[in-house]
């Protein structure tokens, strides 16, 4: 399957938050939710992505917007799903903002689609900058980084509505306290949902896949 | 141990490369040997140096300035060595440049040092883009990250001398090909010089340490 690569551009207007607020009122005139997604690199967005996709693709349809500054590797896997993937390229850019966004968005196209993923470029720092223009936006914090990443990056934990904690196959390996990285995220954010989950083997999916149909669900009735 | 906690500020000069080349004539004239250390959040880097410093600390004056945005974790547990550390605050920024990394070497102090780690913002995007006036840059991935980070992250691995492959001990547990890994390094940086490495266990450090001191001892010769 060919992945569609589009080259986009940094937006020229300064309101961003502005540009985003009209990105949410143009998605709720389509009926289409969209949730940001954001981590460091190889916390395991796409695999994260996959396995919530195959949990529910064939009752909502699905599209995929993967971010990144050079390689296509991450839209091919999702492609392998079957939903439809649009490849955003940011010329070296360290985030996403809503102009990108939608960008993004009239590239990939929004007829027959409900949810659109947006796998936001690797980055604990810049991405929570900038408001997408997304519904809501979700952190993936992995194991193997440490249970004080809440600590080093605030602004990123302050600004997601949920932190999924990825690869806890490996937390015998690793020195991570589960206790002590929820209360570091609950410090940045006392109203964050906080879902351990494996994405390789698909353990915990199923309760953040629940926490995604309410909202979803929710947000359609009040759009 | 109390740790020195410095807020800095992004230079108000256009001209970073400048300032970057005027820092290293700086560097050559005070015989301090400047090594800039960068990776996504949670690689390693904090623990690299621990080891790196404990290794060699006995006949070399090593200095560490830590940056991060906020907390001052990664000081702390540097200040342990008996090392003089001091923490740069960010304030938010996703990067250091040349300008800030002289506020960091000013207030550290540079008499009686003679190799200065400095470590980056945990980001695999921004801090490549800012010469930070060090004689030598390198980056740490870490197995958990995967091999594929390479393609996605090109001028990271563009901009370093040497690649550390961090976190050794848990290659059984991920689909981590480290054949693979040192090819796509290889691809964006032929001259790479790569070494695998355990930090926690100290596995693979007498390599890059040799490396480090044969570059540090050229570096004095040529100074």
């Given at each position: 399957m060919d992945v569609k690569i589009l080259e986009i551009k940094q937006s020229v207007f300064a309101n961003n938050d502005r540009q985003a607020d009209a990105l949410r009122e143009e998605l709720k005139k389509q009926g289409v939710y969209l949730l940001n997604v954001m981590s460091s690199p190889g916390a395991g967005k796409t695999t994260t992505l996959v396995k919530t996709i195959e949990a529910w693709k064939d009752e909502i349809k699905i599209a995929v917007m993967e971010a990144d500054i050079d390689s296509d590797v991450d839209a091919r896997t999702i492609s392998q799903t079957g939903v439809k993937v649009i490849q955003l390229h940011?010329?070296?850019?360290c985030h996403l903002d809503a102009s990108m966004t939608k960008q993004g968005l009239d590239g990939l196209g929004?007829?027959?689609?409900?949810l659109v993923f947006l796998e936001n470029?690797?980055?604990?720092?810049?991405?929570?900058?900038?408001?997408?223009?997304?519904i809501k936006s979700i952190a993936i914090l992995s194991v193997p980084e440490g249970d004080d990443k809440p600590l080093k990056y605030p602004l990123m934990f302050q600004v997601c509505d949920v932190v999924l904690i990825n690869k806890t196959d490996v937390l015998p390996s690793f020195d991570f306290d589960m206790e002590r990285c929820v209360r570091h995220i609950k410090m940045r954010n006392p109203k964050a949902e906080i879902f351990p989950i494996c994405a390789k083997s698909g353990e915990g999916i199923d309760a953040w896949l629940a926490w995604l149909r309410r909202e979803v669900n929710a947000w359609k009735r009040h759009a």
């Open positions: 940011t010329g070296g850019m929004m007829e027959d689609v409900q470029v690797g980055n604990l720092v810049c991405p929570a900058e900038f408001d997408t223009g997304a």
